[in-house]
Nanobody, 121 residues
Framework: QVQLVESGGDLVQAGGSLRLSCAAS????????MGWYRQAPGQQRELVAT???????NYADSVKGRFTISRDNVKNTMYLQMNNLKPEDTAIYSC???????????????WGQGTQVTVSS
């Protein structure tokens, strides 16, 4: 069994900062790419940022220069530091991870339940 649990979502004023965490637990052999996605009401889910096991990152244009993704491979945890938040960043933020479970030979994607980020103007 593998679980991804997000935390850190909150209500914040525009210009403020939040730090999201995503902790993976269970019988994990290895974690490949991890990523943050978000979905605003009435909109499709969109990619926010991804990070490989080696630390290579990729960001959506809308968050470049404001958000920073990172991970701790020992703790199996990923983070998203969000600065200079804007009302348009309001969404449910979910983490995704490509995980190989112990005693298996393949990896598959897992999702967390999501955490709400609300930015007031």
């Amino acid at each position: 069994q593998v679980q991804l649990v997000e935390s850190g979502g909150d209500l914040v004023q525009a210009g403020g900062s939040l730090r999201l965490s995503c902790a993976a637990s269970g019988s994990i052999f290895s974690i490949n790419v991890m990523g943050w996605y978000r979905q605003a009401p009435g909109q499709q889910r969109e990619l926010v940022a991804t990070i490989t096991r080696g630390g290579s990152t990729n960001y959506a244009d809308s968050v470049k220069g404001r958000f920073t993704i990172s991970r701790d491979n020992v703790k199996n945890t990923m983070y998203l530091q969000m600065n200079n938040l804007k009302p348009e960043d309001t969404a449910i933020y979910s983490c995704n991870a490509n995980i190989r479970r112990a005693y298996t030979t393949y990896a598959r994607d897992y999702w967390g339940q999501g955490t709400q980020v609300t930015v007031s103007s």
